[in-house]
């Protein structure tokens, strides 16, 4: 089973519009964190946020939002008002503790694309 | 900049042959990884470092190596190189002192095709 599954592969929005990608996550720890990153076409990986388990605050960054849900599993990201610069492939990934050491897990991503 | 370094930045070269690709992780930075994405796939794991010893292997082919020396940077070693090989090669690197889920910084990546 997938530890972090991004159920969208790709997503297409015409500019201006809101787009949510969905992030749900599988872990048995109690501290765990989470992550967004952002690829976009010229290939560098940026990171976007942090979260640890423990903040269910939704965190809001611009036209970037994260909502946070514990009792969902889930992570997701929005972007208000997308625009062209947004277009990438957005990975979402969970670090916890596995071994005796810090795992990190990255989901397949979703590709966004906007359109103008 | 994320502070992580990678060279060289692209690289072409034949198959059968050997290369070397090389990270530097942000200062202070004990963990790193490196991770394979081939063309409009996602990111498969390779292998994690942390201070100078292997932590975790993940999908690394027996053609591949790689180590992290005393001064934390690390090296990844692809030999016998095949054309399915071509891929871009993140490094990234955490701080990892603590368990406290650090973030972990990706350079921008080395690419290589191999023809």
């Known amino acids: 089973a997938q530890k972090v599954t991004q159920a969208q592969t790709e997503i297409s929005v015409v500019e201006k519009e809101d787009v949510t990608l969905d992030c749900v996550y599988e872990?048995?720890?109690?501290?765990?964190?989470l992550f967004w990153y952002k690829q976009p076409p010229s290939g560098e990986l940026v990171f976007l946020i942090r979260r640890n388990s423990f903040d269910e605050q939704n965190e809001i960054s611009g036209r970037y939002s994260w909502n946070f849900q514990k009792s969902t599993s889930s992570f997701n990201f929005t972007i208000t008002a997308s625009q062209v610069v947004d277009s990438a492939v957005y990975f979402c990934a969970l670090r916890e503790r596995s071994g005796g050491y810090q795992k990190v897990t990255f989901g397949t991503g979703t590709k966004l694309q906007v359109i103008p | 900049d994320s502070g992580v370094t990678q060279t060289p930045k692209h690289l072409i070269t034949a198959t059968g042959q050997r290369v070397t690709l090389r990270c530097s992780p942000r200062s202070g930075d004990l963990s790193v990884y490196w991770y394979q994405q081939s063309l409009d796939q996602g990111l498969q794991f390779l292998i994690q470092y942390y201070n100078g010893e292997e932590r975790a292997k993940g999908n690394i082919l027996e053609r591949f190596s790689a180590q992290q020396f005393p001064d934390l940077h690390s090296e990844l070693n692809l030999s016998s190189l095949e054309l399915g090989d071509s891929a871009l090669y993140f490094c990234?690197?955490?701080?990892?002192?603590?368990?406290?889920?650090?973030?972990?910084?990706f350079g921008e990546g080395s690419w290589l095709t191999v023809v």
């Open positions: 872990t048995r720890d109690t501290t765990y964190y």
């Open positions: 990234a690197s955490s701080l990892d002192r603590v368990y406290s889920g650090n973030t972990i910084y």
